[in-house]
């Protein structure tokens, strides 16, 4: 038995070396069953007792290599640091755009102050305006009685009025010079 387990790890040895110069054994018909039986046993079979040797797997082009599951820790690590910084970043973000946006809705509270102070000014304007359209109206309607007393003065300081005036008045003058005779100079 302890044999047959020697000849097996030699021939791994040998067929991981992957030249035949060491033919040790290399005539003996046992030896070379024993390299068959190896070569054809099921992958899930168990032969009696293993060394250190036979416990490692052949070099399998299939198999997965021994740094890959590490390299792929390492890999889903970066990925969760960077996730972790990219949320850092939109929170810090966040926070700014945050304080913006209460700096903004200041602005915005003084805008709508002042849109508040311009209507009320507005108002006043309007009561202003108001007044001054009310005042144009008097002036307009004392210009128009003034128009019309002129066209009363006109109809009446016609010449023929005038003409009529003075001789009523030159007869009441001589009624009043006849009714007072001039004292005589003495």
């Known amino acids: 038995m302890n044999q047959e387990i020697k000849m097996q790890a030699a021939a791994f040895k040998d067929k991981k070396r992957g030249s035949p110069d060491n033919k040790e054994g290399a005539d003996d018909p046992a030896y070379e069953n024993i390299i068959f039986k190896t070569q054809q046993q099921p992958k899930g079979s168990h032969s009696p007792a293993k060394n250190k040797a036979q416990s490692k797997p052949p070099s399998d082009p299939a198999q997965?290599?021994?740094?890959?599951?590490?390299?792929?820790?390492?890999?889903?690590?970066?990925?969760v640091v960077s996730c972790v910084i990219l949320l850092v970043l939109v929170l810090v973000k966040n926070s700014?755009?945050?304080?913006e946006l209460l700096v903004l809705k200041r602005e915005l509270q003084n805008v709508s102050l002042s849109v508040g102070e311009c209507q009320e000014g507005k108002k006043r304007w309007s009561d202003v305006d108001q007044s001054i359209k009310a005042a144009k109206?008097?002036?307009?309607?004392?210009?128009?009685?003034v128009h019309e007393g002129n066209q009363k003065l006109r109809t009446l300081a016609t010449v023929s009025n005038i003409n009529e005036i003075k001789t009523t008045l030159q007869e009441i003058l001589q009624m009043l010079k006849m009714s007072n005779p001039k004292p005589t100079p003495q």
């Open 64 to 79: 997965v290599p021994r740094w890959l599951p590490r390299a792929m820790m390492n890999l889903y690590v970066v990925l």
């Open 96 to 99: 700014e755009m945050s304080q």
């Open 137 to 145: 109206q008097s002036i307009d309607m004392v210009k128009s009685k």
